[in-house]
């Protein structure tokens, strides 16, 4: 089992940056591919950014891109994203989730999650 605790989140206005950092614990998240989803109210949860296992891969959806950076650090057990130019449409609960397989795959490939944290940008 991987426990994962997001932090990081907060109340930024719109142009600020945050970093969140997701945490493992239970076992090494070396060799998953991590994802971070966000979901804000009456929406569905989305694949914001992902990154294979060693880190050499990423993806980020479209709204994200150029503004949002995602890496990991495996001896800390750690995955992290790295939020600029944030926008008011960015307001969500941001969850991390390790995925069964090493590479990027499906948002069906990710099996553990964390409790979330909110991310609010005011205009």
């Known amino acids: 089992q991987v426990q994962l605790v997001e932090s990081g989140g907060g109340l930024v206005q719109a142009g600020d940056s945050l970093r969140l950092s997701c945490a493992a614990s239970g076992r090494t998240i070396s060799s998953n591919a991590m994802g971070w989803f966000r979901q804000a109210p009456g929406k569905e949860r989305e694949l914001v950014a992902a990154?294979?296992?060693?880190?050499?891969?990423?993806s980020f959806a479209d709204s994200v891109k150029g503004r949002f950076a995602i890496s990991r650090d495996n001896a800390k057990n750690t995955v992290y994203l790295q939020m600029n130019s944030l926008k008011p449409e960015d307001t969500a609960v941001y969850y991390c989730?390790?995925?069964?397989?090493?590479?990027?795959?499906?948002?069906?490939?990710?099996?553990?999650w964390g409790q979330g944290t909110q991310v609010t940008v005011s205009s």
């Open positions: 989730a390790a995925s069964r397989i090493r590479y990027l795959g499906s948002r069906s490939d990710y099996i553990y």
């Open positions: 990154v294979s296992w060693s880190g050499t891969r990423t």
